[in-house]
């Protein structure tokens, strides 16, 4: 499949296939704009299950395996094996209700923006209604019924609608034909609450009765399908209906209907077609949600004020509890067995349709609250959760239905098959075998935001937590300043928690560390929402304001450190109209200056990056609000900013740190109903010149884009209540890296044991770290990759031999030892130089050395800084293991003193000088002859010597005997 091109603005966003790693090791799916049918891509959630609002379940009548649920952040999940596996479906818009086929388990239909209908059990979906069918733009489908005999029969409400719970009818038409066409209907309407609509199948598929309940009034259509509806609330208190369901065997039908009066909830049921209705008693309970299988009229099934769910096979005149408040028959809930977790979810008066039974088995049963979905099989003597699996000793693992908002995935960098998930309201959880399963961290908190690790200590971890959930969303702002959080730190892998001081009670958003900083007194920063940015020297056990330089809004959102120290602070807008601000601060934060402000256009600011080669080249990322949201960027280090993704809400950016062009934007509109290219997220393999929409992915609302160290091929996003989503594409990177090693640059000998390693290695997952030794059997201490290395050989003369290993970012180490020889030698060069076949153009130099020498020349000039090299050739042996070094030099001027030194390796001689013959035809030549200057403390030579310097000859001849054994 193949993206269409697009041009928002000028912007050119890429016609091509979706070839391009992510991250240098990342593959997704191909990208594919949500047209007239799609299929989603092969992505999956991870982490234990669950976590947020799940409302409007239901069950096909056909085959019970084949469940439906939808979130209400606009997920939508189905599965066909009784909640094994859930698949994630992202359909745009706000998926409220599900309507099954009544004969074809394959086929069921969906309301979100508009109808859809999948015929492969919700493997692929396609737009079933249109804008016309559902009276015009604005209106959206709210609920949708199928004749349980005649599956032509349609009966769709459309209207407008805010999350699960909230929706106003503007019309509502019918078909007869299976949708093909829709014709008006009459008698309802204006602006009320539809709770749910009831197909009677008592009598004839022609002349059904239909029902329809809304918060304000219950209505009735008799025998002309579903044309014209009239009120039928005979025998109600009051018409504001809550809840209502029905069934019919076809003799009997029974209505039943929930709704408030002075506070208190009721229920009623009528048994006439709604001429009539009787109350319903249920001692001590307070009935909220009904539920009824079509085809059992005579069961019903309530969940009360307290969440409890009660029974009744006898149509309503006796009931039995099935489910307790506290779940004391629900097994397989995480929420259950973690006792630490103690979190209660929103009352039942927060939801929206929380059971849901099967039509043909009144046994099975569904119920979700703002966590969990539970299944029974038998009428409700048990139950089991079907949003997690029990993996033992308190590690959970998510069977795909996941509901929450996520912040951060975070890799312990020692070992990245150790991660943690931040998320809203279920807290901190580790996982410590590459995301498989996952244990809840009891950290006090059940909002957690930035997590940082130690480097060298991977116990020691440093977590920022909050009271407030949502942020940094616009309906949380004005009271997210007087939230309460704190900096919490472990130094057992999140076992147990302890609190720092000095922060100012706030809610935490952020908190990053310097890595270079003394270990155990590690220096780290934290963002405090609505009292800036604050900074620990004592391994974040207490910490310290530092804001000079911020001014206006003080929300502090999050805080990133560059690779050369700088940190930039991101600083939201307040509630009270002040803009955010991008700030740098370059001296460990004593002091901030703004490199991003509202007027150069964002001032909804989320996120930043920085290119780690050229931190002159920043991103930031916004929402729109005055001005406009989409990425920015800057190539002068904020001097001037250019709007280069023209989209209205970007929450995050990742920056490949080894590929700095490819940045990954994430789109979080929390708008119902979104337009297409505000779902997903955006890539940019041009540092923003172009940018691809990834829309495969399931869930709408992306939030940031991680990338996996351990998997080229992985990646992971967070969302605005979908948990946390990755890729299932490839497998783990278990290639070790390649490299190579240099001694001295390559030299044969060196006289110390003190050299310089130069380094090179290559992963296609990067390379992290390296180690040496000697002996290929002590190592040193691992270390981070660098391209060179300062080591020290082994004492004594003769061969030595450096071995390296390196280690990739999957945690593999090189199998083999690489390595590189050098010779060590404490006296290789002990002859020389010496001059020889002077003439006035050229001379020859020669020098002895202990060993061949295969890298030697001489430098020379007119002055001690030389500026010409000459390359000598191989020596050649000459006795006793010594070998001689020479080379000529040529095109020299005549009677002219030139400076010289030898170069062996990386050893030189020290500074000489030799003087060429004077020109032809010169009037007169001073020659000295002397010879046998042999042996050590020969005192008679010494005063030749001193004789030729004072008479200056133009030549001294030798004429033997110039040393004894090489001396």
Not at 819 to 829: C, E, Q, R, S, Y
Request: contains cysteine; aromatic residues 12%; hydrophobic residues 35%.
């Amino acid at each position: 499949m193949y993206s269409l091109l697009i041009e928002a603005k000028g912007e050119k966003i890429v016609n091509k296939k979706l070839l391009a790693l992510l991250f240098s090791f990342l593959v997704i799916g191909y990208y594919l704009l949500f047209t007239v049918s799609f299929v989603q891509a092969q992505w999956s959630g991870i982490g234990p299950g669950g976590g947020g609002g799940m409302h409007n379940s239901a069950i096909s009548p056909v085959n019970s395996s084949i469940m439906a649920v939808s979130c209400d952040m606009g997920g939508y999940y189905v599965t066909s094996n009784g909640g094994t596996t859930w698949k994630m479906i992202n359909l745009y818009g706000m998926p409220t209700q599900t309507a099954f086929d009544p004969s074809n388990e394959n086929k069921f239909y969906c309301c979100a923006d508009l109808v859809y209908r999948t015929t492969d059990k919700g493997v692929t979906w396609a737009p079933f209604t249109d804008s016309a069918d559902q009276g015009g733009a604005g209106n959206y489908p709210l609920a949708l019924i199928i004749d349980p005999e005649n599956t032509n029969y349609m009966f769709l409400i459309n209207g407008t609608k805010e999350v699960q719970y909230e929706n106003s009818i503007e019309n509502a038409v019918y078909s007869t034909d299976g949708g093909s066409t829709w014709n008006a209907v009459t008698g309802f309407g204006g602006g009320e609450f539809v709770k749910n609509v009831f197909i009677d199948k008592d009598g004839s598929s022609s002349t059904r009765n239909i029902y329809v309940a809304t918060d304000g009034g219950f209505y009735k259509s008799t025998n002309n399908n579903g044309s014209a509806f009239a009120e039928a609330e005979t025998g109600l208190p009051n018409p504001y209906i809550y809840d209502f369901d029905g069934g019919s065997n076809g003799g009997t039908t029974i209505l039943y209907v929930t709704l408030e009066i002075d506070d208190d909830m009721y229920m009623y049921k009528s048994t006439n077609g709604a001429s009539s209705w009787s109350a319903v008693t249920i001692a001590g309970v307070s009935p909220y949600d009904v539920k009824v299988p079509i085809n059992y009229p005579n069961t019903v099934y309530i969940m009360s004020g307290e969440d409890e769910i009660y029974k009744s096979v006898n149509g309503g005149t006796s009931w039995t509890p099935v489910m307790e408040g506290d779940g004391a028959n629900v097994t397989n809930d995480w929420q259950k067995s973690t006792a630490s977790f103690g979190f209660r979810w929103a009352d039942i008066i927060n939801r929206y349709h929380c059971i849901s039974v099967c039509g043909s088995n009144a046994n099975v049963v569904l119920w979700t609250d703002d966590g969990r979905l539970v299944r029974s099989d038998n009428g409700g003597t048990s139950w089991t959760g079907r949003f997690t699996t029990d993996k033992g000793s308190g590690y959970w693992s998510t069977t795909g239905l996941d509901v929450t908002t996520t912040y951060k995935i975070v890799f312990d960098g020692n070992n990245p098959q150790v991660m943690y998930l931040s998320e809203t309201d279920i807290g901190l959880w580790k996982s410590v075998n590459g995301g498989d399963s996952w244990i809840y961290l009891n950290t006090g908190y059940h909002n957690t935001y930035g997590l940082a690790i130690d480097p060298s200590n991977s116990n020691k971890l440093w977590l920022a937590c909050g009271s407030i959930h949502d942020l940094p969303e616009t309906k949380v702002l004005a009271t997210a300043p007087n939230g309460t959080g704190v900096i919490r730190y472990s130094i057992n892998g999140g076992t147990t928690w302890a609190s720092a001081t000095g922060l100012p009670g706030r809610i935490i958003t952020d908190v990053a560390i310097d890595p270079g900083s003394p270990a155990g007194n590690r220096i780290l920063y934290a963002t405090s929402f609505g009292n800036g940015v604050y900074k620990s020297v004592d391994d974040g056990h207490s910490w310290t304001a530092i804001n000079s330089g911020i001014s206006g809004s003080m929300n502090a959102w999050k805080i990133e450190r560059g690779l050369d120290g700088s940190l930039y602070l991101v600083v939201m807008h307040n509630s009270g109209g002040t803009d955010g601000v991008l700030y740098k601060s370059t001296n460990g934060g004593a002091s901030w200056t703004a490199i991003k402000t509202a007027a150069q256009a964002l001032d909804y600011i989320l996120d930043v990056a920085v290119n780690p080669t050229d931190p002159n080249i920043i991103f930031v990322c916004g929402y729109n609000r005055d001005r406009p949201g989409g990425v920015y960027k800057t190539t002068n280090g904020g001097g001037a900013w250019t709007r280069v993704l023209s989209v209205g809400h970007v929450y995050g950016l990742t920056l490949d740190p080894r590929e700095p062009n490819t940045v990954y934007a994430g789109m979080c509109n929390d708008d119902d109903f979104p337009q297409a290219t505000e779902t997903g997220f955006y890539k940019t393999t041009d540092a923003g010149a172009s940018w691809l929409r990834i829309s495969t992915i399931t869930f709408r609302a992306c939030r940031e884009v991680f990338l996996d160290p351990a998997n080229i091929n992985k990646m992971y996003v967070t969302t605005f209540g979908g948990g946390f989503l990755t890729n299932t594409a490839g497998s783990p990177d278990t290639v070790p890296p390649t490299g190579t090693i240099s001694i001295n640059s390559g030299a044969a000998a060196t006289p110390t044991t003190a050299v310089t390693l130069t380094l090179s290695a290559s992963d296609a997952s990067g390379v992290s770290q390296m180690k040496f030794s000697n002996d290929n059997t002590t190592w040193s201490t691992a270390e981070s990759y660098a391209t060179t290395k300062n080591w020290t050989l082994t004492s004594g003369n003769g061969l030595k031999t450096v071995y390296a290993k390196y280690k990739d970012n999957a945690g593999n180490w090189s199998t083999a030892a690489i390595t590189d020889t050098i010779t060590l030698t404490d006296v290789f060069i002990n002859g020389g130089p010496y001059v020889s076949c002077v003439t006035s153009t050229s001379i020859v130099i020669a020098w002895q050395t202990k060993i061949q020498m295969y890298s030697n020349s001489v430098q020379y000039g007119l002055t001690a800084g030389y500026g010409n090299t000459k390359t000598a050739p191989a020596g050649y042996a000459i006795y006793d293991n010594q070998y001689m070094q020479y080379t000529k030099i040529e095109g020299l001027q005549p009677g002219t003193i030139y400076h010289y030194r030898t170069i062996t390796d990386s050893l030189n001689s020290g500074d000489y000088v030799f003087k060429t013959y004077p020109p032809p035809g010169s009037p007169t030549i001073k020659i000295v002859i002397t010879g046998d200057n042999r042996g050590a403390g020969n005192t008679h030579f010494t005063n030749i010597m001193s004789r030729m310097v004072t008479e200056d000859p133009d030549l001294i001849l030798h004429v033997g005997d110039m040393s004894s054994q090489g001396e």
